[in-house]
Structure formats: C-alpha cells, structure tokens
C-alpha cells in the first residue's frame, strides 16, 4: 500500500518551525522498500530513521539506502522500545512514524529461519535471532490449554484444543523439531492438509510466530507511547496483516482522538484503507492488509 502510506504520511523535505529537518520514523524498515520511498519524496534533506529487529533485514536495506547518505540512519531494536531507541540518536518527537507490521518476504522465504511450512527447517522463527525464546523453547514451556488458546485468538484456529495437544504430545516425545514435523503434526490433528485452498497449517504457524516474538504486546507498548512520540502535525501511520493487531490499532487510535479535554490528536482514517484491486492483481499477499493514520493536532497557542 506504498502511495496510500505516501498519501497519509505526508513526508516533506525543508525546515520546521524549530529549524530541525523533517524526521521520520520507519518502524518495520524491513528491505527498506517504504523507506526508500519516503527519502525519495522528503529529498533534498528530509531525514528517515530506520528501525527493526531483525539485523539481516537492517543489512540489505542499509545496502538499498546507501544512496541518501547521513539522511538515513538505520537502529538495530525492537519498536515497543522506540523512545528509547530515538533517544539514543538524539531525537524526542518525529514528524512521521510507519510502522507496517507482521513479517518480511526475507523472513518467510528462508527455511533457516523457520518461518514457513513451505520448506522443512528448524523450529526458530524469531525475528531477532538474538532474542532468548524461539519457537521450540516456546513450545517446551507451553502448557496443552495455554498453546491452545495462543491458537485460536492468534491464528483464529477452530480446533486448536486438539491441534495443541497432538503437536505437545509429539514434542514431548522427541517426535517435533523441524517445520516440517510441525506441520504433519497440525494436519495429523485436522486430519487434513488443506482447507480452503490453504495449508492446514498456516494459522498454526502465524500464532506461534505471533507468540514467539511478542507481537501483539510490542504493538501495544507502540500504541502507548505514540502521543509522545509526535511532533505538533506529526502523523502516524499503521498496516496491519492480522486482524488482532488492526483491532488493537483502531482501538488505540479511537482512544486517543477521543479523550477528554482539548483535542491532541485526529483521526486521518475513519475506516480503514484498504488495497486497490490494481495492487491485489500484482501482490496477492496484501489481499489482508488495512491502514489506519492518526495526526497530532498543531498547538493552539
Ligand atoms: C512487513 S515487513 C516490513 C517491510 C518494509 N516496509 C519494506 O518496505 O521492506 C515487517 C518488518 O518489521 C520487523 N518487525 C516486526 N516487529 C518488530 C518490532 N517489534 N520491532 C522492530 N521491528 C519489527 C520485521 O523484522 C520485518 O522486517
């Protein structure tokens, strides 16, 4: 959704009113395809920070960025820790933030990252492979009714009593430790490898990637920290995948242009924006996609 984030984020070269340049705040910097985007339109001297968790990601798109020079800096860190991650360069308030959430091209198509039922590889899937837990240690310490509910209300699985227990009872017994055993394992528990078109597996698959890398609790602490985190007519902008994390987005936006007393921050999107079908015709994947925009309202003085 590349223009409508353009569109909604309005990123600007030139000086604000306290001299500063134009700063804005790519999240989920991924391959840097947003970002490049953004340094194009807010050239000559627009500034872009960068971020993600993921240092393979940071590694090709700080090749991809190379171009825009000292304009970009790109923060290895997780974005439930953004004010803290901008302070270390310097940087309060932006004037932009994007944050397009859920996983890269580069995560899902590696087997080595265990990502995908696609192609078999180990049980990890942690976007940051220096973070503590991957997705076999989270199974290890998951119980039957907690994995269950993790698959309903993460992968909206409908049978997810059963599909947790035939995938810890087969951990348990040494019996599941590659994708591909996961996968047998949730079609053995359906009783079969397909639904919909789709591999039976997929929804397993998103809530234990969901799970393993904390997803919906650092969009949360995201979402908690945003009226802090904009400049007087800074925008935010959010893609969600998932229908939790839209739900949490269109929640916490509500909420904050809605609060009590002197209005800090409007909605941009009353509902939210979805991909045009010429978009759908080249990239099937975005078919789930929804953005949702908020601004800070400039101080009344
Ligand atoms: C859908 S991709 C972003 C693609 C990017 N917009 C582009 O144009 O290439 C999502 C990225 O967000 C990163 N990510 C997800 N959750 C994160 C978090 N809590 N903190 C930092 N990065 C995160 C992932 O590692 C992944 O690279």
Known sequence: MLDEVLAQLDPRSGRGEDGESHVVVDATVGLGGHAEAILERSSPDGRLVGVDRDPAALALAAERLARFGDRCVLVHGDFAELRTLLAAHGLGAVDGLLCDLGVSSLQLDDPARGFSW????????????????DAAAVLDASGDRELAEALARLGGERFAGRVARVVLERRRAGRLSTTGALRDAVHAALGRSRAGGIDAATRAFQALRMLVNRELEALDALLGSLPDLLRPGGRAVFVSFHSGEDRLVKHALRGLAQRDGPPRLRLLTRRALRPSDAELAVNPRARSAKLRAIERLAEVA
């Open 118 to 133: 696609r192609a078999d590889g180990p049980l990890d899937m942690r976007m940051d492979p220096s973070s503590p837990r």
